[in-house]
């Protein structure tokens, strides 16, 4: 950037947009380095190197700045540059479908959380139980409504040394909605596990049922199943789990999804792209064809 400067002065340096950008990247690396030297420091006078992770945070993200450099080799490759320029040129007939398979996931989103939010979940083993795994717990003399399986919460440690018999603990919460405002924490075993199995005349803690990854529980959540459920990633074993807990008329939900979303929505979304391309390759040839005999009226001349 200095050489730039002192070779082409600085209204010669700041008439060429790329070296606008380069000038910004070097001034984010600039502020970059006092941050970088006080990281240094710190692991240099703390033995225990986590104290210094969250000053490194922001640093992680200028970092990140530097990717935006790759930019600049669009220009030594001709070919990418038309490519680019042609996924530019589709943009605005692809927004309007991109708008509406996003409107459609939100449908989706909104239905799968009425119909199967809370009223998914499975029988887990230990070997289905994971650190941050949603659980119901079954709690001795807690009075939940009939429709529950047990307390909420999630699996926030396990020990096996220090708890044997109730190796989980189990952050209970008011609702999966409203996590973070935590009730207690129970120390639990597995009903019916086999391994760190709690039986019913136990006045202990147990998990009864384990809550999927996949679910609908929140709109995040529920959101991630039905864009998984679109592009057909281990969709059948989301559509068993809902129909064990809600009957096999679930399945229609799954069906009309992939039916409506994958073979029409997206089909016509790759339609809009392959379309797209031919008519720009189909102008780029045009174009070219007028070029050549420019170019041979000029050599006849």
């Known amino acids: 950037m200095s050489i ?39 692991y240099f006078q703390n033995q225990d190197g986590s104290v210094c992770t969250a ?6 993200i ?27 040129e589709m943009l605005r007939p692809v927004a309007t479908m991109v708008v509406l398979i996003f409107l459609f996931l939100f449908i989706y989103t909104i ?21 941050g795994d949603w659980v119901y717990v079954d709690i001795p003399g807690d009075n939940l ?44 075993g597995i009903r019916d596990d086999g391994v760190f199995t709690v039986l019913p005349w136990d006045n202990s803690a147990a998990i009864s049922f384990a809550i999927p990854r996949e679910n609908f529980d929140t709109f995040q959540s529920g959101l991630l199943t ?14 068993y789990t ?14 009309a999804l992939i039916f409506v979303g994958n073979y029409v929505l997206m089909n016509v979304f790759l339609g809009i792209v392959i379309v797209g391309f ?8 045009i174009i070219e064809k007028d070029n050549r005999e420019l170019a041979m009226q000029r050599f006849k001349s």
């Open 278 to 285: 031919g008519e720009n390759k189909g102008q780029l040839a």
């Open 4 to 42: 730039k400067i002192a070779g082409l002065g600085i209204l010669g340096y700041v008439k060429n947009p790329q070296n606008l950008f380069d000038g910004f990247i070097v001034c984010i690396g600039a502020y970059e380095f006092p941050t970088g030297i006080s990281l240094m420091f710190c």
């Open 111 to 131: 239905l799968g959380m009425n119909l199967f939010g809370a009223k998914m979940w499975f029988r887990p083993t230990w070997k289905d139980i994971q650190l």
């Open 62 to 88: 200028l970092r990140a700045f530097r990717l935006v450099r790759l930019v600049k080799f669009l220009r030594r490759f001709p070919q990418f540059q038309k490519q680019v320029g042609r996924i530019a």
């Open 226 to 239: 039905v864009f998984q459920i679109l592009t057909q990633t281990n969709w059948p074993d989301i559509m």
């Open 145 to 188: 409504p009939s429709m529950l399986p047990g307390r909420p919460g999630i699996i926030q440690g396990i020990s096996t040394e220090e708890h044997p018999r109730l190796p989980y603990n189990v952050r209970i919460v008011s609702s999966f909605t409203t996590f973070g405002y935590e009730t207690g924490q129970v120390w639990a």
């Open 242 to 255: 809902a129909c064990s807990t809600n009957g096999s008329a679930s399945a229609l939900y799954f069906y």
């Open 55 to 60: 000053s490194s945070t922001t640093l992680s």
